[in-house]
């Protein structure tokens, strides 16, 4: 069996590395990328502020600075 790799099946499918079909096709891949990078950059940030927001000493501190407080 004969195998491929991935720049042979972009060049055939996709077109040659330089067309205006492939250049298309890679600009989009590295926005599909960093879209993807910076959705689950954020998804860990929110887990981060969810666990900050459960531990005692940051309740403590957001009472501290309640506009009800002062």
Avoid: C, W
Wanted: charged share 30%.
């Amino acid at each position: 069996m004969k195998t491929y790799t991935i720049e042979e099946i972009a060049d055939k499918y996709i077109g040659k590395q330089g067309t205006a079909k492939r250049d298309a096709f890679e600009e989009e891949l590295q926005r599909d990328v960093m879209a993807q990078a910076i959705k689950k950059n954020q998804e860990k940030r929110h887990l981060a502020q969810m666990l900050n927001a459960k531990s005692p000493a940051s309740s403590l501190f957001s009472a501290a600075l309640s506009p009800e407080r002062a």
